[in-house]
């Protein structure tokens, strides 16, 4: 058997609690290309000019099949995973090049983060965040042990991107299956050809179908009967740049209601758990609660949300680091590795909340600069800060916690504390 | 308080409006201006801004007056 | 002891002891100063400047200052550490003795130097006729006190402004006051705004986004006089067609004058362009041979570019007080072989009518223009400039995430025109010439300038049409 790619041998299931020694090995060719055609970059320096190259598209659909792949007969099943079910769908912003994403862009900011229209929309959210998280910890009172993720990381963003987008949260239980099911069925590493992958993906592409039709039904339903939210004002309301039609619409409340919360839940339970890993940082943050603002932007960059992306493109060949990146290749962004990247980030595996000159790519960078990072920011900033301030005494029970399948969004599927109480 | 924006670093992301709207102001899509001496009651959500700029364009004084050491 | 041993003790007593004087206590002064400090220097600092104010930052001034937003006197710099500093404000520079090693001041003060930075910046180009020039509702705006005035002038409100020249600081003035819905004319002797710096296609740009917004925009023509009423307030302008516009502000935007005169008769490569230096900032004397104890930093340094033929590059940019000043700074306490070149890439913004202006390179060393990506109908895109098949410079309209991409072709000699991107072409990318005018026309100076390859070299003269 060929001896696996460090790329390959991060993506195995059994490294997703710790990726980073082969994400070390990977940062020794900036950019690799993999036995499939692929390039992944995994350096912050060569991720941060792959972000700015007006000759980088990140629309799948001007990416062809890799024919390198099957000139080498690599993994067949890489052929039609389940981002192909995604790409199935209208574009959303995350999936267009300009001029269109730019327009659509412009189009979704005022409903959803402000500026420049209405620059306090986020922050008016705030008293709100503060009353579940408050509601969240006094469910804890009287516990001993406690899930930091289904009791806690969970609830708070899904409760607050339902609120944003007018989605109504008794549909909740429907669409988390969707999204696990989707989440679970997706892999870019070797064990994508098992056959229980193979099985995952035929499930995967249902859910995606069915969590469409979901958002399409919704958008229906607010254009018959404006409703609360932003959906309903975008569905109703013609802007100066006119309207979006309803399939790009609501192929971006699917990446609106999975994005707005799924990476912010990782990001939640990452929090807790790398925190409870590192008792000094976490008795400096009870002490000096102010340092919640830089150590979230430290925590981003600690365990990265979003492990890399892989929907771009080289329009032309592209010199970069060495390697010429071939017109039509398919570019994997490593966020998780750039970000601890020693050429970057001094000492990149220590935990300081106050470091500083911190430009982490834990949101990445340039035009697909992460749509909702105000949102996440406040989310688990008073999220995180309250748990600290808060909880008594928490301990981890398990080191590693479980984590879930899915590679780019990867988190923990559990984060059992043990904890003491709850303060007021 | 005093801040300064690198305005070559900025690319208009617009984080800080959405943290501090009353320091940080967009004209069009990505024209950013700012007030460099805001009221030291809008230090938090000055910080806020300056951590989540995705460039780290924003510089915050670290000195207070005593130590600028002015003649004047 | 060896003679290495000897310059290391004297490097070390100057670092300790030493006199080290600033002239010019704007961006560059002060961050010099504080680079100064952060090398360890701990020897005595004077800084000194004209203004009676602290150090304070100008690019607002033209923008929220103006609009009324911002009170002209919140525009004070942060600082990034204690400097430690004897500061003489409100007192200028008017002489220097390389023999003494003295600053001559204007209340007759004689500061003595071991080692001298030169950082004393530009000044407005006033309108030409004193007489003029003295009439009421006549302003120009580089100082706070300019802003200040020009301010409390628009808030008035003015029945009509009418700017004088139109380069980035005069459109930023048109641009606030259509923002303020004041009736504006603009008066430009090129073919267009920012033709200097941007050349004569983006000037068609920037032309249609002026007319777009309510300017009264009136290209290829010049101002002849500036008529006054009996009270000494002026009310009409008379252009060299021989129309008039009533207006009663009137905002001459004529570019900069580098301060140098204070120089006079000190021997240093000192002239139109500011005072010549090398890379790291060290000054030439007037016949190209370098100091050892002068240095030069930010809006008056002009210094070789390895990018541009190493030609001296003047700019009047933000980054290049900066940097310019952190460099001098290293260099003034450190010895060859430790010396740090200045090697930063010109940038420059600009936000006016709503659009974000940004450019990497130097504009006007190119000849050909290209679009690259947007739409100019919309007024977004990015642009580059071509000489001689290579990349020299870009410019950005509302496509700022998009230049640092073109900064990395133009530091690595890319090819011009660029390799096509892959989406959101231009319907026309094909090169065309890029129109800059002769840089001797006085109103089309750009904001950063080659000056040739002669230190002392004075190739342009400011010669007012008299009518």
Redesign the interface.
């Known amino acids: 058997m060929v001896e696996e790619t460090p790329w390959q041998q991060a993506l195995r299931y059994a490294n997703r609690a710790n990726p980073y020694p082969f994400y070390e090995e990977l940062r020794k060719t900036p950019v690799a290309r993999q036995p499939d055609g692929t390039y992944v970059v995994s350096t912050y320096r060569e991720i941060v000019t792959l972000l700015h190259d007006p000759r980088v598209s990140s629309d799948p659909r001007k990416c062809p099949a890799p024919a390198a792949a099957q000139a080498e007969g690599a993994v067949e099943a890489e052929a039609e995973p389940i981002s192909e079910a995604v790409v199935s769908l209208e574009p959303n912003i995350i999936t267009q090049d300009p001029p269109e994403h730019d327009r659509d862009r412009?189009m979704m900011t005022p409903h959803f983060?402000?500026?420049?229209r209405s620059?306090?929309?986020?922050?008016d959210l705030e008293p709100e965040i503060r009353r579940i998280v408050a509601g969240l910890l006094d469910d804890m009172r009287g516990k001993t042990r406690i899930d930091a993720v289904d009791d806690f990381a969970y609830p708070l963003p899904v409760t607050v991107i339902c609120k944003v987008l007018g989605v109504p949260l008794e549909d909740e239980s429907r669409f988390h299956r969707w999204i696990e099911t989707a989440l679970d069925a997706l892999d870019f590493g070797p064990e994508a050809a098992s056959e229980e992958m193979q099985n995952r993906l035929a499930g995967g592409r249902r859910a995606v179908a069915e969590f469409g039709q979901f958002a399409a039904d919704l958008l229906d339903r607010y254009a018959r009967q404006p409703g609360p939210g932003m959906l309903s004002a975008m569905v109703n309301e013609d802007g100066p740049e006119g309207h979006m039609s309803k399939g790009v619409l609501a192929s971006n409340a699917l990446l609106l209601i999975f994005a707005g919360h799924e990476t912010t839940v990782n990001l939640i339970a990452h929090s807790v758990l790398t925190l409870l890993r590192h008792p000094d940082a976490l008795e400096k943050l009870r002490r000096r609660p102010?340092l919640i603002?830089?150590g979230?932007?430290e925590l981003l960059r600690f365990e990265s949300s979003v492990q890399f992306w892989h929907t771009r493109s080289a329009v032309e060949d592209i010199d970069i680091a060495g390697t010429t990146i071939p017109k039509g290749a398919p570019i994997f962004l490593a966020y998780g590795s750039a970000n601890r990247d020693p050429e970057r980030f001094t000492d990149p595996d220590e935990l300081d909340l106050e470091r500083r000159?911190?430009?982490h790519l834990g949101?990445s960078?340039g035009i697909h600069?992460c749509f909702g990072?105000?949102l996440a920011?406040l989310e688990v900033?008073i999220a995180v800060g309250e748990f600290v301030r808060r909880v008594r005494n928490p301990r981890l029970v398990e080191d590693p916690p479980p984590y879930r399948h899915n590679q780019i969004f990867r988190g923990p599927r559990h984060v059992l504390v043990d904890i003491d109480g709850i303060r007021d | 308080m005093?801040?300064?924006v690198?305005?070559?670093r900025?690319?208009?992301?617009?984080?800080c409006?959405?943290?501090a709207?009353e320091v940080f102001?967009?004209?069009?899509?990505?024209?950013?201006?700012?007030?460099?001496?805001p009221d030291d009651e809008r230090l938090?959500q000055v910080?806020?801004a300056a951590?989540?700029c995705?460039?780290?364009a924003i510089?915050?004084?670290?000195?207070d007056g005593a130590?600028?050491?002015?003649?004047? | 002891m060896t003679l290495r041993a000897t310059v290391a003790e004297l490097v070390h007593e100057f670092r300790a002891n030493g006199r080290i004087v600033i002239v010019g206590a704007s961006l560059a002064g002060l961050r010099a100063a504080e680079a100064l400090r952060e090398e360890g220097f701990t020897g005595s600092l004077t800084i000194i400047g004209d203004e009676?104010?602290?150090p304070y930052?100008r690019?607002?001034l033209s923008?929220?200052v103006l609009k009324g937003?911002?009170p002209a006197?919140?525009?004070?710099?942060?600082?990034?550490?204690?400097?430690?500093?004897?500061?003489?404000?409100?007192v200028a520079a008017i002489g220097l003795d390389r023999v003494t090693k003295r600053v001559r001041l204007a209340d007759g003060e004689q500061v003595p130097y071991d080692r001298l930075l030169i950082a004393t910046g530009t000044r407005a180009r006033q309108w030409p006729n004193p007489t003029e020039a003295a009439l009421q509702g006549v302003h120009t705006i580089r100082s706070r006190d300019d802003a200040a005035q020009l301010q409390k002038a628009l808030a008035e409100p003015p029945s009509r402004v009418l700017v004088i020249g139109a380069g980035f600081i005069g459109s930023e003035v048109a641009s606030v006051c259509r923002e303020l819905g004041l009736p504006v004319t603009v008066v430009e002797r090129g073919s267009a705004p920012l033709v200097g710096a941007l050349g004569g296609v983006i000037g068609e740009i920037a032309a249609r986004m002026q007319r777009d917004h309510g300017v009264d925009l009136r290209c290829g023509l010049g101002v002849s006089s500036l008529e006054g009423d009996s009270g000494g307030h002026v009310r009409r302008v008379h252009l060299s067609d021989g129309t008039a516009v009533d207006a009663d502000v009137v905002v001459a935007s004529l570019g900069s004058i580098r301060n140098v005169e204070w120089l006079e008769g000190a021997g240093l490569a000192a002239g139109f362009w500011g005072v010549g230096c090398d890379a790291g900032g060290r000054a030439f004397d007037i016949n190209g041979v370098v100091t050892d104890s002068i240095y030069v930093a930010g809006d008056v340094a002009r210094a070789p570019h390895v990018l541009y033929e190493y030609q001296f590059l003047a700019m009047e940019h933000?980054?290049n007080a900066?940097f310019g000043a952190e460099v001098a700074a290293h260099n003034m306490v450190n010895l060859e072989p430790h010396y740090r070149p200045h090697l930063l890439l010109p940038?420059?913004?600009s936000?006016?009518?709503?659009?974000?202006i940004?450019s990497v390179g130097v504009p006007p060393f190119g000849d050909q223009i290209v679009f690259t990506q947007g739409s100019i109908e919309e007024c977004?895109f990015a642009a580059a400039y071509g000489h001689r098949g290579r990349i020299v410079a870009a410019v950005a309209f509302?496509h700022?995430?998009w230049?640092e991409y073109y900064g990395k072709l133009i530091e690595h000699s890319g090819p011009f025109p660029p390799p096509p991107v892959g989406w959101d072409q231009p319907a026309d990318t094909k090169p065309m010439p890029a129109e800059f005018p002769d840089p001797r026309v006085p109103t089309a100076i750009p904001d950063v300038v080659l000056t040739g390859h002669d230190p002392s070299e004075r190739t342009a003269e400011f010669r007012p049409r008299r009518h």
């Open positions: 412009r983060v402000g500026p420049p620059p306090h929309l986020i922050s102010e603002v830089p979230v932007e000159d911190n430009q949101f960078q600069f990072a105000p920011r900033q | 005093r801040i300064v690198d305005l070559n900025c690319q208009g992301y617009a984080q409006v959405y943290l709207h102001r967009l004209s069009g899509q990505e024209a950013l201006t700012y007030e460099p001496n938090l910080e806020r951590a989540a995705p460039v780290q510089v915050i004084d670290r000195l130590k600028r050491g002015e003649a004047s | 009676p104010y602290e930052d690019p607002p923008k929220q937003w911002v006197d919140h525009t004070k710099l942060p600082r990034m550490r204690e400097v430690d500093a004897q500061w003489r404000l409100g933000w980054d900066v940038g420059f913004w936000g006016q009518f709503g659009v974000n940004k977004r509302d700022g995430k230049l």
